[in-house]
């Protein structure tokens, strides 16, 4: 809903309702995500409204919440709807180059144009590898700015996936690293800027892990790519 923070004080009688109507619906979840899913055709227009209008304050770090026993499969599909936005390719290149455009109108609006023309698409130009999508300049010191972009069409306070290269990459160029989270993008897009290392803006939370296994009697790990 928009304009609602989840909260957690919540009568239990009220999510045992909701779990019972969406055991009678088991497509229910499926057609949301599918709606929620799409990505529209043409890149939104940004429109007459100044660039720094387009930007709001990032929502406050989140507690690390309190680890869940396990309790077994349940009888409702669960949805990963972050992941659903993380796997939509072209809803992520669509966020990509909506902010290609915000960027080169800010510096335009500062009267930067030498600095809008350099503006790259990294993750198409060059390969989606270096941790980044977009790399751009402050219009005061012309520092690079290494945009990462996440692109949802559900709400401010949705959460997203990050990968370990984001991760490290936000570690190692903390000072010029900025995560842009775009959010009601099929709608009317816009966007917080979480700045530095993400270990410090966001509360990471592991939900799979990679495996390794040893190889041979030294106790060595084998990697993919390994041979």
């Not at 599918?34 to 709001?56: I, M, Q, W, Y």
């Not at 009267?111 to 503006?119: E, G, N, T």
């Not at 900025?178 to 099929?186: A, G, I, N, T």
Request: aromatic share 8%; proline share 6%.
């Amino acid at each position: 809903i928009d304009g609602y923070k989840p909260l957690g004080h919540y009568q239990q009688r009220l999510g045992e309702e909701v779990s019972r109507y969406l055991a009678q619906r088991p497509d229910l979840l499926e057609r949301l995500a599918k709606l929620t899913a799409h990505a529209p055709r043409l890149t939104p227009a940004l429109g007459s409204a100044p660039a720094a209008d387009l930007f709001e304050e990032p929502p406050r770090r989140a507690e690390r919440p309190e680890p869940r026993p396990w309790t077994g499969p349940t009888s409702i599909t669960r949805i990963d709807f972050a992941r659903r936005d993380a796997g939509n390719r072209r809803l992520g290149e669509k966020g990509e180059q909506w902010v290609l455009e915000v960027e080169k109108m800010r510096l335009r609006e500062k009267q930067r144009d030498d600095l809008a023309r350099r503006v790259r698409w990294v993750s198409r130009d060059d390969g989606d590898g270096a941790g980044f999508h977009i790399l751009s300049m402050d219009e005061k010191d012309e520092s690079e700015k290494r945009i990462e972009v996440k692109t949802t069409n559900l709400g401010k306070y949705f959460p997203f996936c990050v990968t370990a290269n984001e991760v490290r990459c936000s570690e190692s160029s903390a000072g010029i690293y900025h995560l842009y989270r775009v959010f009601d993008f099929s709608k009317q897009p816009r966007l917080y800027d979480l700045k530095g290392d993400l270990n410090q803006t966001c509360t990471l939370v592991a939900t799979e892990y990679r495996a390794l296994v040893a190889r041979g009697p030294s106790g060595r790990a084998y990697e993919s790519g390994q041979t």
